[in-house]
């Protein structure tokens, strides 16, 4: 069965360092993989999609994941962080071949100090 | 504006008094969802539809009902609320034929409190 796994429930950097969220998944066939963040009292929004096509991929406000299938990860960086990125950030898999259904980490909060 | 609506935004109720959570998305999407957000465990979905009439239990069912009537609609019903059922809901929906690789779009949410 599909799985993602989101090492670290918070993450704290300073504003302009580097955010590294990391994100692990099981899946039996090829992953549709995603990103969200949820802003405090606001629902969820794509950052970026994998979807086999490039295994680095660009997603909004300057984040970027690279899909790695050796080591089935699937890690969000930025290279600079605002004090604008503070939010929840949850990894996702599409939950199998003929599913539709999304199957979401546990979610990491990213904390940033001026 | 392409969206998805949940109304209400908050909610505070009584153990035991049925309520309902309303969700309606303007894209035409065949695949509507709901989700509940718990703290430490993500996202877990309650029940899905293909779409009109065809609706199907997801992990965490239990407590909960849907009805999906027409396709911009999909509401939640909680029949005898209960305190366990105090969380963040969320809906969501998607187009059935992959075109947009089975991204979801997301409502606002809606913060139950039972008390």
């Known amino acids: 069965a599909q799985s993602v796994t989101q090492l670290g429930s918070h993450v704290s950097v300073s504003e302009g360092a580097l955010v590294l969220l990391r994100c692990n998944y099981s899946?039996?066939?090829?992953?549709?993989l995603f990103w969200y963040v949820q802003y405090p009292n606001q629902g969820l929004q794509l950052l970026l999609k994998y979807t086999s096509a490039a295994t680095l991929v660009k997603g909004i406000n300057g984040f970027e994941a690279e899909f790695k299938k050796s080591e089935t990860s699937f890690h969000l960086t930025k290279p600079s962080a605002h004090m604008s990125d503070a939010a929840e950030y949850f990894c996702?898999?599409?939950?199998?071949?003929?599913?539709?259904?999304?199957?979401f980490g546990s979610g990491t909060r990213l904390l940033v100090r001026p | 504006e392409a969206q998805v609506t949940q109304n209400p935004r908050y909610l505070i109720t009584v153990t035991g008094k049925k309520l309902t959570v309303t969700c309606s998305q303007n894209?035409?999407?065949?695949?509507m969802s709901w989700y509940r957000q718990d703290p430490g465990l993500g996202l877990r979905q309650i029940y899905y539809?293909?779409?009109?009439?065809?609706?199907d239990k997801g992990d965490v069912p239990e407590g909960y009902k849907v009805s999906r009537k027409e396709k911009r609609n999909f509401p939640l019903i909680l029949e005898s609320p209960s305190p366990n059922q105090t969380s963040l809901y969320f809906c969501a929906s998607s187009p059935l034929d992959g075109s947009n690789s089975y991204e979801q779009y997301f409502g606002p949410g809606t913060r139950l409190t039972v008390t």
């Open positions: 539809s293909m779409n009109v009439e065809v609706t």
């Open positions: 899946s039996s066939v090829p992953p549709y």
């Open positions: 894209m035409n999407h065949e695949y």
């Open positions: 996702a898999v599409r939950a199998g071949d003929s599913s539709y259904k999304l199957i």
